[in-house]
Nanobody, 122 residues
């Protein structure tokens, strides 16, 4: 079992930056690919970014490429989502997720956090 806790959400003006963190506890964190998803009001949850358990590979949604960066520190059991040049359409609840799927990018995620709200004002 893996428990995931997100932090770092908040309110920011358009063009600003936020860094989200996801700290894992439980089973061995380094063995999991870590992803971020988001869900805006009235919309389905969508993929944002994922990082391989070694940190050597990353994959992003087209909507965030060049603005968001995912990274991880396995010694701290934490991964990060640096979000720059934020837009109002980035407003959503952001969820951290862990995957043991060997596919790349992962096709399914095994554990989810509770989410953190990100609000970007225009």
């Amino acid at each position: 079992q893996v428990q995931l806790v997100e932090s770092g959400g908040g309110l920011v003006q358009a063009g600003g930056s936020l860094r989200l963190s996801c700290t894992a506890s439980g089973r061995t964190f380094p063995g999991y690919a870590m992803g971020w998803f988001r869900q805006a009001p009235g919309k389905e949850r969508e993929f944002v970014a994922v990082i391989w358990w070694t940190g050597g590979s990353t994959h992003y949604a087209d909507s965030v490429k060049g603005r968001f960066t995912i990274s991880r520190d396995n010694a701290k059991n934490t991964d990060y989502l640096q979000m720059n040049s934020l837009k109002p359409e980035d407003t959503a609840v952001y969820y951290c997720a862990a995957s043991r799927d060997d596919s790349w990018p992962p096709l399914k995620y095994d554990y989810w956090g509770q989410g953190t709200q990100v609000t970007v004002s225009s």
